[in-house]
């Protein structure tokens, strides 16, 4: 993946990340982030799966 592409990636988990700032990283430094941003959604993923597999607490 191109220094371009992995940006591209990042700004697609992270909008607020500024392309500009992110062209200042070595690729692999961008690919370590887009690694951590991937297994963040993952969990948020898995985390909202989870809470619709759970039965609601009915006081």
Do not use: C, H
Not at 12 to 32: G, I, K, V, Y
Not at 39 to 50: I, P
């Amino acid at each position: 993946m191109t220094k371009r592409e992995l940006i591209d990636q990042i700004r697609m988990l992270n909008p607020t990340a500024r392309s500009e700032f992110l062209a200042d990283f070595e690729e692999q430094d961008l690919r370590a982030y887009l690694q951590q941003l991937r297994e963040l959604a993952r969990e948020r993923s898995w985390r909202l799966e989870r809470a619709e597999m759970e039965p609601a607490l009915v006081a």
